[in-house]
């Protein structure tokens, strides 16, 4: 089976999507073409830049396009259909690139490619046996409604000349059975191509010849679950059955308690994050914490239920004695495989669990079994949690130790592992959403407003995490409103901030811890509104610095403060306002 990487967008793609996205252009997706050229060995910067197909070997014909793509004003679907019909040669199809052109220019430009993994082979039609392939293409576009796609329906026939020839035909006079006959309707009614010259009866035979038989699930055990259609109806009932990001049990996926598998951040299913709770809980002992938000006297009024973002605490032991303390990430797998670095468990991390698991008062216990860190230890303890959800809407977070030692009488080696939940947020499902690709610029510029990220979907659900460049050159606005210039540099900030896909939360403050340190700086003023002024630079002592990046719906805000302590000027005493701007923003992968 022939497999193709996510779609890329060229440097031309994506500009003209910029502009689109902002309402200055129009344009036309007009034609799609493959190529049997292997460009599985170019980078993506390479990909990016090219402006054309290399080797164009045959065009294809677009068939269809989708808007419905879940929670997205900014992705196309385009439906691309290639056959062997006028093949010569035989050749794989190693690309297929999307052609555009802009309202009122006459060239074409390459919008965006996919190159495959795993090619497709397009036999030569010697053998007069057609073959066909169909490809779909999600492209980002900026906004759909400033998007056409050039249909091609030639040789094909339309979902509405479907339903014609369907009222044309009396199923009766043929199938007398008005089971059959519910069946072919339904069959008929979801055939999406059907050759115009195909007559009456040769339509009801392939009806019949695509009805469901059945189907069968087998898991990793290789067990069967057979599933059968109603003889009523000939439909099958799926029930029982439990999808991923549904919500529900899932055999792939077993919940821990009331933690269970919501569905993947990563294919953006996990949707609605507001910050319930954005400071971390104590490793060792109780918290009782406040939601930042009405939560609702029985959690009724945080959609699905509670994310939790964790991570452990682990303390070296020696003898018996307690040493060096590091923070560790899980490592989510349900098949319990080890990683290095990691702290793997069986249990869904993030976890989350429902409003409905939570009764007033009710402990509810989490425990985060798996192999760990793989040490093969004696004694092994899972780490995890209580939660209890108080009548004051409060909650209660109790950890649980967890450990790993050699159970030696005269004084254990091995680990403590303490759980510390990061922060909470709330969360609801969704289908899966395109992704945008590492590197995808989201804001060009140089603003110290509100950021809004170019294409990015409600609640961030199509970036994997962001890549934030900020200028080194910084404004100091004192208490009494003088402006001072210092350069991120001096006072050792790096200009580069990542922030991981788990913290684009709507209303998180990332990066708000505050840090206390003694550096002694330079600073030229820029402009007095108070006391003395002049040109003189002024000696200070750096005694503090707080960083925040707030994050909305599909935009970002930077803001910073800084502790100055001047001993001859009183213009830098005490907490002052750094005025720091955004260069660019782009899609980024962030390990967490």
Same mark, same amino acid.
């Given at each position: 089976?022939?497999?193709?990487?996510?779609?890329?967008?060229?440097?031309?793609?994506?500009?003209?999507?910029?502009?689109?996205?902002?309402?200055?252009?129009?344009?036309?997706?007009?034609?799609?073409?493959?190529?049997?050229?292997?460009?599985?060995?170019?980078?993506?910067?390479?990909?990016?830049?090219?402006?054309?197909?290399?080797?164009?070997?045959?065009?294809?014909?677009? =068939?269809?396009?989708?808007?419905?793509?879940?929670?997205?004003?900014?992705?196309?679907?385009?439906?691309?259909? @290639?056959?062997?019909?006028?093949?010569?040669?035989?050749?794989?199809?190693? %690309?297929?690139?999307?052609?555009?052109?802009?309202?009122?220019?006459?060239?074409?430009?390459?919008?965006?490619?996919?190159?495959?993994?795993?090619?497709?082979?397009?036999?030569?039609?010697?053998?007069?046996?057609?073959?066909?392939?169909?490809?779909?293409?999600?492209?980002?576009?900026?906004?759909?409604?400033?998007? =056409?796609?050039?249909?091609?329906?030639?040789?094909?026939?339309?979902?509405?000349? /479907?339903?014609?020839?369907?009222?044309?035909?009396?199923?009766?006079?043929?199938?007398?059975?008005?089971?059959?006959?519910?069946?072919?309707?339904?069959?008929?009614?979801?055939?999406?191509?059907?050759?115009?010259?195909?007559?009456?009866?040769?339509?009801? %035979?392939?009806? /019949?010849?695509?009805?469901?038989?059945?189907?069968?699930?087998?898991?990793?055990?290789?067990?069967?679950?057979?599933?059968?259609?109603?003889?009523?109806?000939?439909?099958?009932?799926?029930?029982?059955?439990?999808?991923?990001?549904?919500?529900?049990?899932?055999?792939?996926?077993?919940?821990?308690?009331?933690?269970?598998?919501?569905?993947?951040?990563?294919?953006?299913?996990?949707?609605?994050?507001?910050?319930?709770?954005?400071?971390?809980?104590?490793?060792?002992?109780?918290?009782?914490?406040?939601?930042?938000?009405?939560?609702?006297?029985?959690?009724?009024?945080?959609?699905?239920?509670?994310?939790?973002?964790?991570?452990?605490?682990?303390?070296?032991?020696?003898?018996?004695?307690?040493?060096?303390?590091?923070?560790?990430?899980?490592?989510?797998?349900?098949?319990?495989? @080890?990683?290095?670095?990691?702290?793997?468990?069986?249990?869904?991390?993030?976890?989350?669990?429902?409003?409905?698991?939570?009764?007033?008062?009710?402990?509810?216990?989490?425990?985060?079994?798996?192999?760990?860190?793989?040490?093969?230890?004696?004694?092994?303890?899972?780490?995890?949690?209580?939660?209890? @959800?108080?009548?004051?809407?409060?909650?209660?977070?109790?950890?649980?130790?967890?450990?790993?030692?050699?159970?030696?009488?005269?004084?254990?080696?091995?680990?403590?592992?303490?759980?510390?939940?990061?922060?909470?947020?709330?969360?609801?499902?969704?289908?899966?959403?395109?992704? @945008?690709?590492?590197?995808?610029?989201?804001?060009?510029?140089?603003?110290?407003?509100?950021?809004?990220?170019?294409?990015?979907?409600?609640?961030?659900?199509?970036?994997?995490?962001?890549?934030?460049?900020?200028?080194?050159?910084?404004?100091?606005?004192?208490?009494?409103?003088?402006?001072?210039?210092?350069?991120?540099?001096?006072?050792?900030?790096?200009?580069?901030?990542?922030?991981?896909?788990?913290?684009?939360?709507?209303?998180?403050?990332?990066?708000?811890?505050?840090?206390?340190?003694?550096?002694? /700086? =330079?600073?030229?003023?820029?402009?007095?509104?108070?006391?003395?002024?002049?040109?003189?630079?002024?000696?200070?002592?750096?005694?503090?610095?707080?960083?925040?990046?707030?994050?909305?719906?599909?935009?970002?805000?930077?803001?910073?403060?800084?502790?100055?302590?001047?001993?001859?000027?009183?213009?830098?005493?005490?907490?002052?306002?750094?005025?720091?701007?955004?260069?660019?923003?782009?899609?980024?992968?962030?390990?967490?």
């Amino acid at each position: 089976m022939s497999k193709y990487s996510e779609t890329i967008l060229t440097a031309n793609g994506l500009d003209l999507a910029t502009r689109a996205a902002n309402g200055k252009v129009r344009f036309t997706i007009t034609r799609a073409a493959a190529t049997s050229n292997d460009l599985s060995a170019m980078s993506e910067v390479d990909l990016q830049n090219l402006t054309k197909l290399p080797n164009e070997i045959q065009s294809g014909t677009i =068939t269809n396009r989708d808007e419905n793509i879940p929670n997205s004003k900014a992705v196309v679907g385009t439906e691309i259909l @290639f056959t062997n019909e006028e093949i010569k040669n035989s050749y794989s199809i190693n %690309a297929v690139g999307l052609y555009a052109q802009e309202e009122g220019k006459s060239e074409e430009i390459l919008y965006a490619l996919n190159i495959a993994v795993e090619p497709e082979f397009m036999p030569d039609f010697a053998d007069k046996v057609l073959l066909q392939f169909k490809i779909t293409m999600y492209i980002i576009v900026g906004r759909t409604e400033n998007v =056409t796609v050039i249909i091609d329906p030639t040789g094909l026939a339309t979902k509405e000349y /479907v339903k014609d020839r369907i009222a044309e035909i009396d199923i009766n006079d043929k199938i007398q059975d008005s089971n059959i006959d519910n069946q072919l309707q339904k069959q008929l009614a979801y055939s999406e191509y059907k050759s115009k010259d195909l007559n009456k009866v040769t339509q009801i %035979a392939e009806a /019949v010849g695509h009805m469901t038989r059945g189907f069968k699930i087998i898991d990793n055990d290789g067990n069967i679950d057979a599933h059968l259609p109603d003889p009523s109806d000939g439909l099958i009932d799926i029930s029982d059955l439990s999808l991923n990001g549904s919500g529900g049990s899932d055999k792939d996926h077993p919940a821990a308690g009331i933690d269970y598998y919501a569905g993947s951040m990563e294919n953006g299913e996990i949707t609605d994050r507001h910050i319930a709770y954005s400071s971390s809980t104590n490793p060792i002992n109780k918290t009782n914490i406040k939601f930042e938000l009405d939560v609702g006297n029985k959690l009724n009024m945080i959609g699905t239920g509670l994310q939790y973002i964790v991570n452990l605490q682990k303390t070296a032991i020696t003898k018996g004695v307690m040493g060096k303390v590091s923070k560790i990430p899980f490592n989510y797998d349900p098949k319990n495989a @080890f990683k290095a670095g990691y702290y793997t468990t069986t249990a869904p991390v993030p976890m989350y669990t429902k409003s409905e698991s939570f009764e007033v008062d009710e402990p509810n216990t989490i425990t985060l079994e798996g192999i760990g860190e793989n040490l093969g230890m004696k004694n092994h303890k899972a780490p995890g949690f209580t939660l209890t @959800f108080k009548s004051d809407k409060t909650m209660d977070i109790e950890p649980i130790q967890g450990y790993d030692n050699d159970g030696d009488s005269g004084g254990v080696n091995g680990f403590i592992y303490d759980p510390v939940i990061e922060f909470i947020s709330t969360y609801n499902v969704q289908p899966a959403v395109v992704q @945008f690709p590492t590197g995808t610029l989201l804001f060009s510029g140089n603003t110290s407003a509100e950021v809004a990220l170019t294409a990015v979907n409600d609640f961030m659900t199509n970036v994997s995490g962001l890549k934030i460049e900020l200028n080194n050159a910084m404004r100091i606005v004192s208490p009494h409103n003088s402006i001072f210039g210092i350069s991120r540099t001096e006072l050792g900030l790096p200009n580069t901030i990542y922030i991981p896909r788990s913290a684009l939360i709507f209303g998180f403050d990332y990066l708000s811890t505050e840090s206390s340190y003694l550096s002694h /700086v =330079t600073i030229k003023p820029v402009h007095y509104f108070y006391g003395t002024g002049g040109n003189e630079s002024i000696d200070a002592d750096v005694k503090g610095f707080s960083n925040s990046i707030k994050i909305g719906n599909s935009s970002i805000k930077v803001t910073s403060n800084t502790w100055l302590d001047n001993k001859t000027k009183d213009t830098l005493e005490g907490k002052c306002t750094l005025v720091v701007s955004v260069k660019t923003v782009s899609a980024w992968k962030v390990e967490e």
